[in-house]
DNA sequence: AACAGGAATGAAAATGATTGTCATTATCAT
DNA sequence: ATGATAATGACAATCATTTTCATTCCTGTT
């Protein structure tokens, strides 16, 4: 059917594992790729659909596309310029652990993330 | 400036505390009620500002509003069939907040979901 | 009652992200 | 080289939401 383009991918990483679709695009862009805005959304959907990128929605309703798997982190997001902190989240593992055990639920993983207004802006 | 059309709030409390701007113009319209789109969408925001809902997002991104003083859940998903669960979260809500704060950002909110696979699948 | 000024309304157009269509192009085994 | 199949991208369509702007509704004042 249709596999992921790999310089999606690789430019998801560049960008901090955290990026929207038009964001990778306008990234590729900028590096001299070529590269349509639908073939970066039918890349970011291959890619779903493999376990290899989750997605969140902003609160403006935009989807945003980040890398799971390894070391697993949660983001502080400023909503107005972006800029995004790394965050532990360990209380939220066992939160989720529990709750997640509590209602009989397995291969638990979860998403969460905090946005707001950084001391820049 | 523009305050809030009360049946709007009206509408949104007989939906069941719960609903996105088009279903309650929908609602509206098979009620018999005359109003416009623009002015759910303007009710909508102002009763945002004024505290009196919340906004969330669905999947598809359409923004689905809740009358507040319902307590802040979140969700427990199964990847398999769908079936969700409303969760309590007052430990993210802590952990939100304190992670905030650690690095200055204001004006906080924040999402998290945990999903995984029911019993019955 | 008539009037003025501001707020509220809604139809229609604009916006912006996402999805669908479809003709073209690249890939690959034969 | 040939044909089959998958990938690509320009463009149009869709859908929620926002903006625009002319009109209507209030409300207080003469």
Not at 54 to 72: F, K, N, P, Q, T
Not at 85 to 92: F, L, N, T
Request: with cysteine; hydrophobic share 35%; net charge neutral.
């Amino acid at each position: 059917m249709s596999r992921s383009n790999p310089k999606v991918l690789s430019t998801l990483e560049r960008a901090g594992g955290f990026a929207s679709a038009q964001e990778i695009y306008k990234l590729m862009q900028r590096n001299g790729q070529r590269i349509g805005l639908t073939t970066v959304y039918r890349s970011l959907q291959s890619l779903l659909k493999e376990n290899i990128v989750d997605v969140l929605r902003r609160d403006d309703g935009e989807a945003i596309y980040r890398l799971c798997g390894d070391s697993h982190h949660h983001h502080l997001v400023c909503k107005n310029c972006g800029s995004t902190v790394e965050i532990e989240g360990a209380a939220i593992e066992k939160w989720a652990k529990s709750v997640a055990a509590e209602h009989g639920f397995r291969d638990i993983g979860h998403t969460a993330e905090v946005f707001g207004t950084c001391s820049n802006c």
